[in-house]
């Protein structure tokens, strides 16, 4: 590590703007606004904490993530497409030895766990403390011992997006860990795990691996969760833009915060499925068996939940079908399966409204808005965890400006945002 001016020299310097364009998918000539970002960042963490001239720091990032293919796939262990996003959250980070650590996320304020006392807290369930706490305290189930710190946390991943906020925060506070205690030998798949514990265990959220796998990792990735503690993933090499379309995230106002019930649900009513047909997860379910036994799985679960298991079978299959497509570069192909993704999400999975309140549904009509706009070309479909947050799409290059202003006019001005898949998820930017 270094002092804060030793890391603010760094900042100017010719190898570590390289280092940055290549993160942040620039040219060295755009990175003004990135290097002004991160000495902010190390502006705030002396504002918060007083640090002296000789504290040694470094600076970090983890990636937003956007879901390419796979929608609640992850929690059966089956298969997802995904990939890293150049939005982020970035932290200056010192060790301090108070036995504390002090993480100050700006929009949010203060978090501090004491490192002695890393058992589940119950009354903490669905707050940032606990997501801190479960990592430390899967830290030392690892074998590592922790000590306190202070961070100075900024982000422009924003909660609800449907970018994974939280799954960008858990690995963000992994980079940490993994560097002050655990000298970087976890690798970043190890890190995404121990942000799913916290998240599972902690937080009180029964969520898949997906999301933090996606902002550890970087790139556009493929992963096979048959092993729970061991997933495969390689990494998938296209560029959108070269085959003439933009990704687009549109946000369509509604929040995810009130809606754990409704997520929890669908991994209840999947693993339902699998239960009654002797499995743990449906990765583990032959679809053969499950079409056979639908009378019974029917009238022993009910509609839903056998729908929701169809949605499973046949996205898993088109994941596979997403990949090869890329890898052979047959982009067309590729959008007719998000397309049908997106068409077996609302019919089947049925995440996109929650129909609790049937006046209420901006997802469905972000969804016909996006439709109506893109006139038979690209793709959208529902995007994360559903229910609210944010639609994708994928946009035909010479329609990106009218599409934007279109989605912007129904749902308000900087609705629809255009992103870039970054190279690098989890990572030490400057030590």
């Given at each position: 590590m270094s002092t804060i001016e030793q890391v603010k020299e760094q900042l100017t310097t010719q190898e570590c703007r390289r280092n940055l364009a290549g993160v942040y998918c620039k040219t060295e000539e755009q990175l003004e606004p990135v290097c002004r970002r991160l000495e902010g960042v190390l502006e705030g963490f002396c504002r918060t904490f007083s640090p002296g001239a000789d504290t040694q720091v470094f600076l970090?990032?983890?990636?937003?993530?956007?879901?390419?293919?796979?929608?609640?796939?992850?929690?059966?262990?089956?298969?997802?497409?995904?990939?890293?996003?150049?939005?982020?959250?970035?932290?200056?980070?010192?060790?301090n030895d108070l036995g504390i650590v002090r993480l100050y996320s700006e929009g949010y304020g203060l978090c501090e766990v004491r490192t002695d006392a890393l058992d589940k807290v119950p009354s903490e369930e669905n707050t940032t403390p606990a997501l801190i706490r479960g990592i430390l305290a899967r830290t030392v189930q690892l074998g590592y011992t922790v000590g306190g710190f202070d961070a100075y946390i900024r982000s422009d991943v924003p909660g609800g997006s449907g970018l994974s906020s939280s799954a960008c925060y858990e690995v963000l506070v992994g980079v940490m860990v993994n560097h002050l205690f655990c000298r970087d030998e976890l690798s970043m798949?190890?890190?995404?795990?121990?942000?799913?514990?916290?998240?599972?265990?902690?937080?009180?959220k029964p969520s898949g691996l997906m999301d933090q796998m996606a902002c550890a990792l970087g790139g556009i990735v493929s992963i096979d969760f048959a092993d729970r503690d061991h997933p495969e993933y390689r990494q998938v090499h296209f560029d959108f833009m070269e085959a003439g379309h933009a990704l687009c995230i549109v946000d369509t106002g509604a929040d995810h915060a009130d809606l754990t019930p409704d997520y929890g649900a669908i991994p209840a009513e999947m693993r339902g499925v699998a239960a009654a047909l002797g499995k743990e997860v449906l990765s583990q379910v032959n679809p053969q068996d499950f079409y056979a036994a639908l009378p019974t799985l029917r009238a022993k679960l009910?509609?839903?939940?056998?729908?929701?298991?169809?949605?499973?079978?046949?996205?898993?299959?088109?994941?596979?079908?997403?990949?090869?497509a890329l890898e052979a570069g047959d982009f067309d192909t590729f959008l007719r399966l998000v397309t049908q993704s997106g068409q077996s999400s609302w019919m089947y999975l049925q995440n996109v409204a929650t129909y609790r309140d049937c006046a209420d549904q901006?997802?469905?009509?972000?969804?016909?808005?996006?439709?109506?706009?893109?006139?038979?070309?690209g793709a959208c479909r529902i995007h994360g965890g559903g229910f609210a947050g944010t639609i994708q799409a994928f946009v035909p290059l010479e329609q990106l400006e009218q599409f934007r202003a279109g989605m912007d006019a129904v749902l308000g001005a900087g609705a629809?945002?255009?992103?870039?898949i970054r190279p690098v998820g989890g990572a030490v930017l400057v030590d």
């Amino acid at each position: 590590m270094s002092t804060i001016e030793q890391v603010k020299e760094q900042l100017t310097t010719q190898e570590c703007r390289r280092n940055l364009a290549g993160v942040y998918c620039k040219t060295e000539e755009q990175l003004e606004p990135v290097c002004r970002r991160l000495e902010g960042v190390l502006e705030g963490f002396c504002r918060t904490f007083s640090p002296g001239a000789d504290t040694q720091v470094f600076l970090c990032t983890a990636a937003g993530r956007t879901e390419v293919g796979g929608n609640h796939t992850d929690h059966q262990q089956g298969k997802v497409l995904a990939a890293s996003v150049d939005l982020d959250a970035v932290a200056c980070v010192g060790a301090n030895d108070l036995g504390i650590v002090r993480l100050y996320s700006e929009g949010y304020g203060l978090c501090e766990v004491r490192t002695d006392a890393l058992d589940k807290v119950p009354s903490e369930e669905n707050t940032t403390p606990a997501l801190i706490r479960g990592i430390l305290a899967r830290t030392v189930q690892l074998g590592y011992t922790v000590g306190g710190f202070d961070a100075y946390i900024r982000s422009d991943v924003p909660g609800g997006s449907g970018l994974s906020s939280s799954a960008c925060y858990e690995v963000l506070v992994g980079v940490m860990v993994n560097h002050l205690f655990c000298r970087d030998e976890l690798s970043m798949a190890q890190v995404a795990m121990m942000g799913q514990y916290a998240e599972n265990v902690y937080f009180g959220k029964p969520s898949g691996l997906m999301d933090q796998m996606a902002c550890a990792l970087g790139g556009i990735v493929s992963i096979d969760f048959a092993d729970r503690d061991h997933p495969e993933y390689r990494q998938v090499h296209f560029d959108f833009m070269e085959a003439g379309h933009a990704l687009c995230i549109v946000d369509t106002g509604a929040d995810h915060a009130d809606l754990t019930p409704d997520y929890g649900a669908i991994p209840a009513e999947m693993r339902g499925v699998a239960a009654a047909l002797g499995k743990e997860v449906l990765s583990q379910v032959n679809p053969q068996d499950f079409y056979a036994a639908l009378p019974t799985l029917r009238a022993k679960l009910g509609d839903r939940a056998v729908l929701r298991a169809i949605h499973y079978f046949s996205d898993v299959e088109r994941v596979e079908g997403q990949v090869q497509a890329l890898e052979a570069g047959d982009f067309d192909t590729f959008l007719r399966l998000v397309t049908q993704s997106g068409q077996s999400s609302w019919m089947y999975l049925q995440n996109v409204a929650t129909y609790r309140d049937c006046a209420d549904q901006p997802v469905a009509v972000a969804l016909a808005v996006a439709q109506h706009l893109l006139g038979g070309k690209g793709a959208c479909r529902i995007h994360g965890g559903g229910f609210a947050g944010t639609i994708q799409a994928f946009v035909p290059l010479e329609q990106l400006e009218q599409f934007r202003a279109g989605m912007d006019a129904v749902l308000g001005a900087g609705a629809c945002r255009v992103l870039s898949i970054r190279p690098v998820g989890g990572a030490v930017l400057v030590d």
